[in-house]
């Protein structure tokens, strides 16, 4: 059974930085999976934010030149670096395993299984 566990949320004022891990236990072997981050704030429709697949990355505009997505394929983990805080980032983040084949399109209904989510909080 794949499990994907969230960590690193937490509230910081507006200009700060993060770093969300998801770490994936179970089924095949991590390298196989695409991996993607999700957040949704209240009353929104969740949003795609970054993915990466195989050396390849993709990034929703509002967070590129601020996020970075990576994976570190030994110890199972993606990761999403987040800087220059803003909060509209405020949202609670999500990662899954998403379709390789569609990765760059960040769709929800790409995704195959979800971690529980970490909550970010962006103070002004």
């Known amino acids: 059974q794949v499990q994907l566990v969230e960590s690193g949320g937490g509230s910081v004022q507006a200009g700060g930085n993060l770093t969300l891990s998801c770490k994936i236990s179970?089924?095949?072997?991590?390298?196989?999976?695409?991996m993607a981050w999700f957040r949704q704030a209240p009353e929104k429709e969740r949003e795609g934010v970054a993915a990466?697949?195989?050396?390849?990355?993709f990034y929703v505009d509002s967070v590129k030149g601020r996020f970075t997505i990576s994976r570190d394929n030994g110890k199972n983990t993606a990761y999403l670096q987040m800087n220059s805080l803003k909060p509209e980032d405020t949202a609670m983040y999500f990662c899954?395993?998403?379709?390789?084949?569609?990765?760059?399109?960040?769709?929800?209904?790409?995704?195959?299984?979800w971690g529980q989510g970490t909550q970010v909080t962006v103070s002004s």
């Open positions: 899954g395993t998403i379709s390789c084949v569609r990765i760059k399109w960040l769709l929800p209904d790409d995704v195959s299984r």
């Open positions: 179970g089924g095949y072997s991590y390298i196989n999976y695409c």
């Open positions: 990466v697949g195989d050396g390849s990355t």
